[in-house]
């Protein structure tokens, strides 16, 4: 499962252990591996697993306990390879009985193996915090014997954590598909938040890499997570304890580039999570090749994956709907430009709109004005006219803006708006014929990678402005 921390990727021989295949307590006396060794595996094979970030845990102090998911806030910084520092972040096992083509802990893959007991995590995480290393636990699994073997392992260690050593802090956990709702009812009163990864966007693409997962198993734990939330499930409490089911939600993680799945699939199903099961986030990770044996996509599609970021903000924050995004006929999403400068030019028809007139949404659909900056706008019009002048010290990115807009009835874009000029202006583009048309689609996986985007866009990727 855990799926994705699905490491995808890479084989790492070095030290292969099969000993250590076959249980929890094998994997780590076998070998008599020590906790640091356990803890230099398992935390290697998670950092692939991005479904991590965190919001909206109420979870209070408690004066006989220690750890506050309300007050830290569970702030999350991000190393370059994509980990979360702020959390303790690792696998209970790397031991697994699928074989997800995808995943560096698949079971034909050549890696060493070890587990923790859930004693030992939750002393870890105990540890990590009182020596302020770390605000909370992200713990995902590979699936050890069964899934219900596994999902009690982990529900366990949590159970340690709330109720021996009191701990209040942050927890997100991952729930395996097909694990009895009993299990996952234990976990989601222990935990914050829980993810149940969809792995990939179609079932034949699970069926062809996961051949062990079914989305109809996925799908129906996070239906069931769904309900448990919405209906105030009251199953199981641990004592003593006002927990609630799963406080901060539920999230899912999606592998991109493995398989032929288009962009307008992968935006079509995080719009249907996000809409049937409330999902808080839908995490994107772009694959990167697993073995020279798996002849799968040969490069990583980071831009690619961030397009996806990108699109899925317009889905959350702006009002878009997936097939204003993308269609049958445009699936995928273009790498030079982002997702509202596509629409915007597909959509020429609809502008310029005259900034000092225009509504929030209508503003929100202009490239290079965002949340913030449609709010400035909206707010500094009351006062006067804008000008142009005015645009840029509110923050509007004139580079896409202007040619999108009026600005008290004058035009500051290319004579007329032309998109295939602005197209090629925005996107540095020189290769001549039409991206618009539908057999011209920009090829994917992305060549370049994000260090080389510009820095307009470098922020957009941090702030989500649009
Ligand atoms: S191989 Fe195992 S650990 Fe990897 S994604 Fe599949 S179920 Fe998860």
Not at 85 to 107: A, F, G, P
Not at 132 to 154: D, Q
Not at 327 to 356: C, M, Q, Y
Request: proline content about 5%; hydrophobic content about 40%.
């Amino acid at each position: 499962m855990a799926e994705s921390h699905a490491a995808r990727h890479g084989d790492d021989k070095a030290g292969a252990d099969r000993t250590a295949i076959g249980g929890t307590r094998a994997a780590g006396r076998r070998d008599r591996m020590d906790i640091k060794e356990k803890l230099t595996i398992l935390a290697a094979a998670a950092r692939y697993d991005v479904s991590c970030a965190s919001s909206g845990s109420t979870r209070k102090g408690t004066a006989d306990g220690i750890g506050n998911a309300a007050s830290s806030g569970i702030c999350h910084s991000w190393t370059s390879d994509g980990r979360c520092v702020s959390l303790l972040k690792i696998l209970m096992t790397n031991v697994c009985i699928y074989d997800c083509k995808y995943c560096c802990s698949r079971s034909s893959n050549d890696v060493r193996r070890a587990a923790f007991e859930p004693e030992e995590i939750a002393d870890l995480t105990i540890s990590f915090y009182k020596r302020n290393y770390i605000e909370g636990l992200f713990l995902s699994s590979a699936v050890i014997a069964s899934p219900n073997r596994t999902m009690e392992l982990m529900a366990h260690a949590l159970a340690l954590l709330r109720e021996k050593h009191k701990f209040n802090g942050y927890i997100h956990a991952k729930v395996i598909p097909n694990t009895d709702p009993a299990l996952m009812a234990k976990v989601g009163f222990l935990a914050d938040r829980v993810s149940c990864n969809i792995e990939l966007p179609s079932n034949e693409s699970l069926t062809a890499l996961a051949p062990q997962k079914s989305k109809d198993a996925i799908l129906g734990s996070m239906r069931w997570i769904h309900d448990g939330i919405r209906q105030g499930l009251d199953v199981y409490r641990p004592k003593g304890r006002q927990s609630l089911f799963v406080p901060a939600g539920q999230s899912t993680q999606m592998v991109v580039g493995a398989t032929k799945d288009t962009d307008y699939q992968i935006v079509r199903l995080a719009e249907s999570l996000y809409g049937k099961y409330r999902l808080r986030r839908v995490y994107y990770s772009a694959y990167i090749p697993a073995s020279p044996k798996v002849s799968l996509a040969v490069r990583p599609p980071l831009v690619r994956e961030h397009r996806l970021y990108q699109a899925d903000w317009l889905l959350r924050f702006y009002r878009f709907s997936a097939s204003e995004i993308l269609s049958e006929k445009h699936p995928f999403l273009f790498e030079e430009i982002d997702p509202k400068t596509g629409w915007a030019l597909r959509n020429i028809g609809r502008f310029p709109i005259e900034v000092n007139k225009a509504g929030y949404y209508d503003l929100l659909r202009v490239p290079g004005i965002g949340q913030v900056t449609a709010g400035r706008i909206m707010e500094a019009r009351k006062h006067s006219t804008l000008a142009v002048e005015d645009l840029k010290r509110i923050g509007v990115v004139l580079k896409r803006a202007r040619h999108f807009i009026l600005c008290d009835g004058k035009y500051h874009g290319l004579g007329e708006p032309d998109p295939m000029r602005i197209y090629r202006l925005l996107a540095g583009d020189v290769r001549g014929g039409n991206p618009f048309a539908p057999t011209a689609q920009l090829e994917l996986p992305a060549v370049s990678a994000l260090v080389s985007l510009p820095m307009d866009e470098l922020r957009s990727l941090v702030t989500g402005e649009l």
